[in-house]
């Protein structure tokens, strides 16, 4: 029987970035390193790069066949995002290429877990989505079906796992939604024509934490509670291989 990749005991991982520098994997260790660059790497001029750790090994499954799985992983440095316990906000986030089957696509931003877990783990069926950079009709027209958010937190409208459930992991990376900002040049390359289930380090426009190393991303069951104790519940649903690229976007 062969296994649905939500199930599967391997996930690829690959590190890459539009920018200079791509994440650097050793071990079970990632570090993001990123910066505003000397010259524009984004459409409409923004310098500020960004490092992403990405699998294919979701695409085309719906975002309900990821339920009772969680995302977790580990900051380890720098120091002061480790001891004290910081909030987890500063490490990667966790974006999705989803769409409808319908022509429309958009990036789902998952919300962080409460502190001091954050950005460190993510439990699908009970974390809340935000629709970012839609694109087509059908994706307009599937989010206003959706009525009113479930919460509004800082401006920005979140929707619970049964809103977004039946829609399906995009099979061509970021270069799926037209409706996105591209690297400089236009388009997409490398991971980025592949990789639909992303995190992400930077943002375009600042580069509030420019460097932050995590351990063990892994992809495990989803616990009935979590606490700190259950950071090293680090399952064989781990990485097993990675590869690395860089998108170099001048």
Request: hydrophobic share 45%; aromatic share 10%.
């Amino acid at each position: 029987m062969q296994l649905t990749p939500a199930y599967a005991a391997v996930v690829v991982w690959d590190a890459w970035s539009v920018g200079s520098v791509a994440p650097v994997v050793v071990g079970p260790s990632v570090t993001f390193a990123v910066a505003q660059e000397a010259a524009p790497v984004w459409t409409g001029g923004a310098r500020g790069s960004k490092d992403f750790y990405s699998t294919s090994s979701f695409n085309g499954q719906t975002l309900g066949s990821l339920a009772g799985r969680a995302l977790q992983y580990t900051i380890t440095a720098p120091a002061a995002l480790v001891s004290p316990p910081g909030t987890g906000l500063a490490g990667p986030y966790l974006n999705i290429v989803v769409t409808d089957g319908a022509g429309g696509f958009s990036f789902l931003l998952l919300d962080a877990s409460s502190a001091p877990l954050g950005q460190q783990f993510h439990a699908f069926t009970t974390a809340r989505y935000a629709f970012n950079e839609n694109s087509g009709a059908s994706m307009t027209a599937f989010v206003t079906a959706l009525g009113a958010p479930d919460a509004v937190n800082n401006g920005r409208d979140w929707y619970d796992f049964s809103d977004v459930a039946s829609l399906s992991i995009a099979t061509a990376g970021l270069s799926s939604n037209p409706g996105a900002v591209t690297p400089v040049g236009g388009t997409w390359s490398g991971f980025g024509l592949t990789d639909s289930f992303l995190l992400v380090l930077g943002n375009r426009g600042s580069t509030p934490v420019p460097e932050v190393t995590i351990d063990a991303v892994s992809l495990v069951p989803e616990p009935t509670s979590w606490s700190l104790a259950g950071v090293s519940l680090m399952l064989a649903w781990g990485v097993s291989q990675r590869r690395r690229s860089s998108l170099h976007t001048r």
